[in-house]
């Protein structure tokens, strides 16, 4: 049979404060483990939670971002469980008003733009980290992460597909990357992922049975891991077995999900509210405040960037899918008088990959946007080809020089000199009178094989377009002596 | 609402407890005694009252996003550890994460 499947995602996101939640502790990554707690973080007796409010304003500009009704009275509860790595037995959390709800965001998929919706968005605390070491009898927690602000993200099934899921996955990682609450790195567990899964017959109006995927940590997992449970589900329910409510896990190494634990020992959290924190009011103020310190949003500027630029969808959304990107993009428009069709193709084309194999960011790239159109004007006037660009690209991606500069240097002016030019299509005509007959006996690919020669004669930089015209009148003329 | 002795077993289970039958028996006892009292309150109109969600008027009690020097040594935060390695709280292997 014929299913279709239902997807659901509940995101997590460490918000971007010095601080923890309720409590001084720094949130730095990566330090010595145990080296970040205090009384507070460590739920010792008698120690009283207070709330950051940079916490509150992220949580805010999340919410506004992600399009959500604010709940003006907001308030904090306590999900009570037991785990090693919650030194206070309880979460302190959001249950029944979280900062927002009612929101969506629009993901394109295949060139259709699916409006999704978001749940809701609710504040809480981290837990502390277990690490496995190679000891099979024990693991060692380290309580830093412990207090660190998060704020969960949790969406209606409304995604349809495993590319659907991670398309709004990484939409969803954009609009908080913009809006500077978090650095959403995947793996350093900024931003983290669990998906809930069912599938039902087409036309079926009532949801399947769901499980629970956890731990679907990096871009690369997301969809393999939901196409995994997919067709799990789909050979249990074909051979008329039912799915059972239950929590698994996509274990990279084996590409298999394996359970964690089934519904008989689904947690019962006892939810009820956190007698040491007091309620959070949300003025109009504050609101229209995070309103203000709000950016233009990822999918504003990609149809943006559409109409003022002529950029094609696909462009536009690689482009503006990152803030510093999108700016650079802009800045090199402002100073480049050719089309900007032409600064896309070379952003995505060479300072992509080059970014890509240095694993580099946009914001720690030594070229400037000044340069990079500077660059692009000495194609368009015809000071250097296309071609050598690459080249001179390459070396002001590795040192940060101008182009002019390395031009000079390398001497890599492009040769227009018609007479110049006639002198190295003459010798290399001269040296292959069988490709002359070819070429005057209608075989046009000749012509491109004297392109070639001469090219690599002026080592790169011949004007391909002075030479071509240059060449078929030369060829022509070309009188063979027997 | 009365309690029953699942719901007794259940709180019992969750709070990783153990008890005689003597003892739940008890219990469902003492937790049915705090429910009906618990109970009189019904006998207020509570219709257009909010629910309280904490007993002092107070709102916004809010602090500034500052690293603080309270922070303890290593050596004071694993001070309670039952058992500890490599700077971390040594506990027994846990699978799920």
Same mark, same amino acid.
């Given at each position: 049979?014929?299913?279709?499947?239902?997807?659901?995602?509940?995101?997590?996101?460490?918000?971007?404060?010095?601080?923890?939640?309720?409590?001084?502790?720094?949130?730095?990554?990566?330090?010595?483990?145990?080296?970040?707690?205090?009384?507070?973080?460590?739920?010792?007796?008698?120690?009283?939670?207070?709330?950051?409010?940079?916490?509150?304003?992220?949580?805010?500009?999340?919410?506004?971002?992600?399009?959500?009704?604010?709940?003006?009275?907001?308030?904090?509860?306590?999900?009570?469980?037991?785990?090693?790595?919650?030194?206070?037995?309880?979460?302190?959390?959001?249950?029944?008003?979280?900062?927002?709800?009612?929101?969506?965001?629009?993901?394109?998929?295949?060139?259709?733009?699916?409006?999704?919706?978001?749940?809701?968005?609710?504040?809480?605390?981290?837990?502390?980290?277990?690490?496995?070491?190679?000891?099979? %009898?024990?693991?060692?927690?380290?309580?830093?992460?412990?207090?660190?602000?998060?704020?969960?993200?949790?969406?209606?099934?409304?995604?349809?597909?495993?590319?659907?899921?991670?398309?709004?996955?990484?939409?969803?990682?954009?609009?908080?990357?913009?809006?500077?609450?978090?650095?959403?790195?995947?793996?350093?567990?900024?931003?983290?992922?669990?998906?809930?899964?069912?599938?039902?017959?087409?036309?079926?109006?009532?949801?399947?049975?769901?499980?629970?995927?956890?731990?679907?940590?990096?871009?690369?997992?997301?969809?393999?891991?939901?196409?995994?449970?997919?067709?799990?589900?789909?050979?249990?329910?074909?051979?008329?077995?039912?799915?059972?409510?239950? %929590?698994?896990?996509?274990?990279?190494?084996?590409?298999?999900?394996?359970?964690?634990?089934?519904?008989?020992?689904?947690?019962?959290?006892?939810?009820?509210?956190?007698?040491?924190?007091?309620?959070?009011?949300?003025?109009?103020?504050?609101?229209?405040?995070?309103?203000?310190?709000?950016?233009?949003?990822?999918?504003?500027?990609?149809?943006?960037?559409?109409?003022?630029?002529?950029?094609?969808?696909?462009?536009?959304?690689?482009?503006?899918?990152?803030?510093?990107?999108?700016?650079?993009?802009?800045?090199?428009?402002?100073?480049?008088?050719?089309?900007?069709?032409?600064?896309?193709?070379?952003?995505?084309?060479?300072?992509?990959?080059?970014?890509?194999?240095?694993?580099?960011?946009?914001?720690?790239?030594?070229?400037?946007?000044?340069?990079?159109?500077?660059?692009?004007?000495?194609?368009?006037?015809?000071?250097?080809?296309?071609?050598?660009?690459?080249?001179?690209?390459?070396?002001?991606?590795?040192?940060?020089?101008?182009?002019?500069?390395?031009?000079?240097?390398?001497?890599?002016?492009?040769?227009?000199?018609?007479?110049?030019?006639?002198?190295?299509?003459?010798?290399?005509?001269?040296?292959?009178?069988?490709?002359?007959?070819?070429?005057?006996?209608?075989?046009?690919?000749?012509?491109?094989?004297?392109?070639?020669?001469?090219?690599?004669?002026?080592?790169?930089?011949?004007?391909?377009?002075?030479?071509?015209?240059?060449?078929?009148?030369?060829?022509?003329?070309?009188?063979?002596?027997? | 609402?009365?309690?029953?002795?699942?719901?007794?077993?259940?709180?019992?289970?969750?709070?990783?407890?153990?008890?005689?039958?003597?003892?739940?028996?008890?219990?469902?006892?003492?937790?049915?005694?705090?429910?009906?009292?618990?109970?009189?309150?019904?006998?207020?109109?509570?219709?257009?009252?909010?629910?309280?969600?904490?007993?002092?008027?107070?709102?916004?009690?809010?602090?500034?996003?500052?690293?603080?020097?309270?922070?303890?040594?290593?050596?004071?935060?694993?001070?309670?550890?039952?058992?500890?390695?490599?700077?971390?709280?040594?506990?027994?292997?846990?699978?799920?994460?």
């Amino acid at each position: 049979m014929r299913y279709e499947t239902v997807i659901g995602l509940e995101v997590h996101v460490e918000l971007a404060t010095a601080s923890k939640i309720f409590c001084g502790c720094s949130t730095k990554f990566g330090q010595e483990i145990n080296t970040q707690c205090c009384p507070i973080c460590l739920g010792m007796p008698g120690v009283l939670p207070k709330l950051n409010k940079k916490v509150v304003d992220y949580a805010l500009k999340a919410a506004l971002a992600l399009n959500c009704k604010i709940n003006q009275e907001t308030k904090f509860d306590r999900k009570n469980y037991f785990y090693p790595d919650l030194p206070k037995a309880y979460q302190i959390s959001q249950y029944d008003k979280p900062i927002g709800e009612h929101g969506y965001i629009d993901i394109t998929v295949d060139g259709e733009v699916r409006r999704i919706g978001i749940t809701r968005i609710h504040m809480e605390e981290d837990a502390g980290k277990l690490l496995h070491e190679s000891d099979p %009898t024990s693991s060692l927690i380290d309580l830093n992460r412990t207090g660190v602000p998060l704020i969960e993200i949790v969406s209606e099934p409304d995604l349809r597909s495993p590319e659907e899921a991670r398309e709004y996955l990484m939409q969803l990682r954009n609009i908080l990357k913009y809006i500077d609450v978090s650095d959403v790195k995947m793996e350093e567990g900024s931003l983290r992922c669990d998906a809930n899964i069912s599938l039902r017959p087409y036309g079926q109006e009532t949801f399947g049975t769901k499980t629970e995927l956890k731990n679907l940590n990096s871009f690369k997992w997301i969809a393999k891991g939901i196409e995994h449970e997919m067709a799990r589900q789909k050979l249990l329910l074909d051979s008329g077995e039912k799915v059972t409510q239950e %929590t698994r896990r996509f274990d990279v190494n084996t590409q298999k999900t394996v359970l964690m634990r089934s519904k008989e020992e689904a947690h019962d959290y006892r939810y009820f509210p956190d007698p040491d924190l007091v309620t959070v009011e949300i003025s109009d103020d504050w609101i229209k405040e995070a309103k203000a310190s709000m950016p233009e949003l990822p999918e504003k500027k990609k149809i943006r960037f559409m109409e003022t630029y002529q950029l094609p969808e696909y462009d536009a959304g690689i482009i503006t899918g990152e803030k510093e990107l999108a700016q650079f993009f802009e800045d090199t428009a402002k100073e480049f008088r050719g089309e900007a069709k032409v600064i896309s193709n070379w952003v995505m084309g060479d300072l992509m990959r080059l970014l890509n194999s240095e694993n580099k960011e946009i914001s720690d790239c030594a070229v400037t946007a000044k340069d990079m159109a500077s660059m692009l004007n000495l194609i368009e006037d015809g000071t250097i080809s296309g071609k050598i660009a690459k080249t001179v690209f390459e070396e002001m991606f590795l040192t940060g020089k101008e182009p002019k500069t390395i031009i000079a240097e390398k001497g890599l002016v492009q040769i227009s000199d018609v007479s110049e030019l006639e002198k190295i299509i003459d010798e290399v005509i001269g040296k292959d009178i069988k490709s002359v007959r070819d070429f005057q006996n209608g075989n046009k690919k000749a012509l491109g094989f004297f392109m070639g020669q001469v090219m690599r004669q002026s080592g790169g930089k011949a004007n391909p377009k002075v030479v071509n015209e240059l060449l078929a009148k030369k060829l022509n003329a070309f009188e063979i002596k027997e | 609402m009365k309690v029953t002795m699942e719901t007794v077993e259940h709180t019992a289970k969750l709070a990783r407890l153990k008890f005689t039958e003597e003892e739940k028996t008890a219990f469902l006892g003492a937790m049915n005694d705090v429910l009906n009292y618990a109970e009189l309150l019904n006998e207020l109109d509570t219709e257009n009252i909010e629910p309280t969600s904490h007993p002092v008027p107070l709102k916004n009690a809010l602090r500034e996003d500052k690293v603080w020097d309270y922070t303890l040594s290593r050596e004071d935060v694993l001070k309670n550890a039952p058992a500890e390695e490599s700077g971390g709280f040594k506990v027994p292997k846990i699978i799920e994460s």
